[in-house]
T-cell receptor, first 110, second 113 residues
Framework: KNQVEQSPQSLIILEGKNCTLQ??????????LRWYKQDTGRGPVSLTI?????NTKSNGRYTATLDADTKQSSLHITASQLSDSASYIC?????????FGAGTTVTVRA | NAGVTQTPKFQVLKTGQSMTLQCAQD?????MSWYRQDPGMGLRLIHY???????DQGEVPNGYNVSRSTTEDFPLRLLSAAPSQTSVYFC????????????FGPGTRLTVL
């Protein structure tokens, strides 16, 4: 069973709307939790990195939260843009060992 | 900096052929790794290296070899290609610290017939 589960698998939102992606993990303890954005045909790009003691981390319109007690993280996208259409991947790491979720595919429609 | 570069971008092999996927980084990162990405699954670690001359197996190492003779280069060798190795392969590097940013290459799409 994957140690990092993401939901939903995919979602469609209208341009300008907000959305929240979920990540549940069983990896414990861990060094940090990361969110990546992967455009079609490209490699993943880092959005946020949070240690286990951090609750929230922002990068522009992207805000990640972490609840280490419930082993849950979320990525909130504010005022979505067409360029936000991509796969978003949650990653939990223990030093250099990274466990990847399968990703959530976000499609932003005009 | 060019970041992490990978060649080739696309490759088609016949079953049983061998080939090497190239990966290079110019950021002086110590840690490099190879992943494969299959539809509906998260990236899976094939092999990794924590420095020149040091390599180790990841989650799915069978059928692949690596070497790290320099800090910059980390090639992945397919010994005898099989259809199950059809996938997109990503090379990544990270400096050293646990909160350092990990950088990925653009990927190599491999098809084994």
């Amino acid at each position: 069973k994957n140690q990092v589960e993401q939901s939903p698998q995919s979602l469609i939102i209208l341009e300008g709307k907000n959305c929240t992606l979920q990540c549940n993990y069983t990896v414990s303890p861990f060094s940090n939790l990361r969110w990546y954005k992967q455009d079609t045909g490209r490699g993943p790009v880092s959005l946020t990195i949070m240690t286990f003691s951090e609750n929230t981390k922002s990068n522009g319109r992207y805000t990640a939260t972490l609840d280490a007690d419930t082993k849950q993280s979320s990525l909130h996208i504010t005022a979505s843009q067409l360029s936000d259409s991509a796969s978003y991947i949650c990653v939990v790491s223990v030093t250099y060992k990274l466990s990847f979720g399968a990703g959530t595919t976000v499609t932003v429609r005009a | 900096n060019a970041g992490v570069t990978q060649t080739p971008k696309f490759q088609v092999l016949k079953t049983g052929q061998s080939m090497t996927l190239q990966c290079a980084q110019d950021m002086n990162h110590e840690y490099m790794s190879w992943y494969r990405q299959d539809p509906g699954m998260g990236l899976r670690l094939i092999h990794y290296s924590v420095g020149a001359g040091i390599t180790d197996q990841g989650e799915v190492p069978n059928g692949y070899n690596v070497s790290r003779s320099t800090t910059e280069d980390f090639p992945l060798r397919l010994l005898s290609a099989a259809p199950s190795q059809t996938s997109v392969y990503f090379c990544a590097s990270i400096k050293t610290g646990s909160t350092d940013t990990q950088y990925f290459g653009p990927g190599t799409r491999l098809t084994v017939l």
